[in-house]
């Protein structure tokens, strides 16, 4: 998720302190691929929400950030 995925709701982030994602993971609730392959935050998506003023993130993935198993972190 980056920020050109999250600059439609940015009046909704300079509103609230929470920030709540649904992306359709949760569809996956109790295979394998629920906790090594789904969407998360860029950097920059991360920093853009706290800009807006966000202070807490919520998500249908097991976090906000990628999986060890993705190959997005270093």
Known sequence: IDVKD???YEKQMG???MFF???G??????K???R???PFFTPE???YMVEKGVKIVGMDT???DASLTCGFRK
């Open 6 to 8: 999250l600059a439609p």
């Open 21 to 23: 994602v649904r992306t």
């Open 62 to 64: 097991p976090g906000p």
């Open 45 to 47: 998506a991360g920093e």
């Open 36 to 38: 090594t392959d789904y």
């Open 25 to 30: 993971n949760d569809r996956l609730w109790g």
């Open 15 to 17: 509103e609230t302190d």
């Open 32 to 34: 394998h691929a629920y």
